[in-house]
């Protein structure tokens, strides 16, 4: 823990990943545990692992801000179930890692706590909107932090900043407990390693039902940890390079395509699938300003001076949403989910790029191109969304590195509730193609 917090005092002022800390308090629950492991007594799974804890999620005694100047002071009286079980397990929280107002973005800027830089590039983004928790991991600052994804927030800065990114299946970790259940089941919550083993360790202390959550799903039959050792039988693996409708860098589809090929060397049928999704781009807006205006809609006319001018715009839509344009959301999501439905009928595991680009400016805005042709708003994030949409379990693994050494990912997508089929493949992918001997030198 001491040389945790020497690695955060020294880093973090270059990066801004860490926006709270309670380093006393981490220091003291670090010598208790030791007192506790020299007496014989169990430590736990994750006996003294120093974590950080994203700013839009609850740990007891720190303020929780969601990145937002109105809620500057406000103190969590209670952890998460995620963080409750993080430390149950012997994990020690040692701060709070900074996030876009509300998660808003895929980039981590907001008006309370600033810019978050990435380790490999302080001029670059780490991504959002977990991008605080991305640098702290990727710069080792923490070996692990906590994540939490509606639309590609921990698999985007998994991928701009070179670390692993795991968003289980929906319901997997339980959220909460909130004052607003989710609509539209699309946010998940998991984690930022430094290793796929990490990953799953940290999945077997978190899964499992909880009453705050209705939609949690009961824990798992077997340890994902344990599972990585047993790799599965021929698989046959879907490989689309833009789903059908994305543009990639050139660049970065290189490296994926480089990627994607360890799996055949690993005896696994890797196939160019040759179907396509629909493009679920709006209806994972409107959804999502959706998720955001019940949230915040009773204390938005108070706050919104205060607040990012975008974000309130983005919610305020929602007023002129209609039934019809609800039953036309869900006809969407129905079309996307047959779609993959009859996918992974056919095969085992989809693979693509993570991200279309290598890492933007830390300041933003996110490209409006690629390769000089123009994309839409969400051309910069089309991998991740639709399996939020579908709540298909997804992870981002590092595939390689661009001219200006700077991380590409590569996203493992598995079928419905099969977490453990990503992380054997993640771990596999891991084995073959070694990153933990590599990472930024900062500091």
């Known amino acids: 823990m001491e040389a945790t917090l020497r690695r955060i005092e020294k880093v973090n002022p270059l990066l801004n990943a860490f926006v709270a800390l309670r380093a006393e308090e981490a220091l003291r629950e670090a010598r208790n545990l030791e007192k506790r492991i020299a007496s014989g007594g169990d430590p736990g799974p994750l006996a003294g692992v120093p974590i950080g804890v994203k700013d ?40 709070k890692t900074n996030t876009p107002e509300f998660g808003f973005t895929g980039f981590t800027r907001n008006l309370l706590f600033g810019i978050t830089r990435n380790p490999w590039n302080p001029e670059r983004t780490p991504g959002g909107s977990s991008g605080g928790s991305a640098s702290a991991v990727s710069s080792g600052m923490v070996p692990v932090a906590t994540g939490s994804d509606a639309g590609g927030s921990i698999r985007i800065p998994a991928s701009y900043s070179g670390c692993f990114g795991l968003k289980p299946s929906f319901g997997r970790i339980p959220v909460g407990p909130s004052p607003f259940l989710q609509i539209y089941h699309m946010l998940t919550l998991g984690p930022l390693t430094r290793t796929v083993k990490d990953a799953a360790l940290y999945l077997d202390c978190t899964a499992g039902y909880h009453p705050c959550d209705p939609a949690s799903l009961p824990p798992p039959e077997r340890s994902y940890a344990k599972c990585l050792e047993i790799p599965p039988s021929k698989l046959r693996i879907a490989f689309s390079m833009t789903l059908g409708y994305a543009k990639v860098q050139k660049e970065v589809m290189g490296k994926v395509e480089e990627a994607a090929k360890v799996f055949e060397e690993a005896g696994h049928q890797v196939e160019l699938w040759r179907g396509s999704l629909p493009d679920v781009s709006n209806t994972w807006t409107t959804l999502t300003n959706c998720e955001l205006y019940g949230m915040l809609h009773r204390s938005l006319a108070k706050n919104r001076k205060e607040m990012g001018r975008t974000l309130v715009e983005s919610i305020e839509q929602v007023k002129n949403f209609l039934f019809k344009d609800q039953i036309d959301a869900q006809k969407a999501r129905t079309e996307l989910n047959r779609r993959l439905w009859h996918l992974f009928e056919e095969f085992d595991l989809l693979v693509t790029p993570a991200m279309p680009t290598e890492a933007f400016g830390a300041k933003g805005p996110p490209p ?51 977490d453990d089929r990503v992380l054997q493949m993640a771990y596999l992918y891991e084995q ?11 500091g």
């Open 56 to 95: 839009l999620e609850d740990a007891r005694g720190l303020v929780t801000s969601f990145g937002s100047v109105p809620y500057k002071d406000n103190v969590a009286r209670q952890d998460s179930v995620q963080v409750a079980r993080l430390k149950a397990a012997g994990a020690i929280m040692v701060g």
């Open 368 to 418: 409006a191109e690629i390769d000089g042709e123009a994309i839409p708003l969400l051309g910069v994030t089309p991998f991740t969304y639709p399996f939020n949409l579908s709540g298909h379990p997804a992870a981002s693994v590092r595939a390689g590195f661009t001219g200006t050494g700077l991380p590409v990912g590569l996203q493992l997508v598995g079928p419905h509730h099969r």
């Open 432 to 442: 073959m193609r070694p990153w933990n001997d590599r990472w930024p030198e900062i």
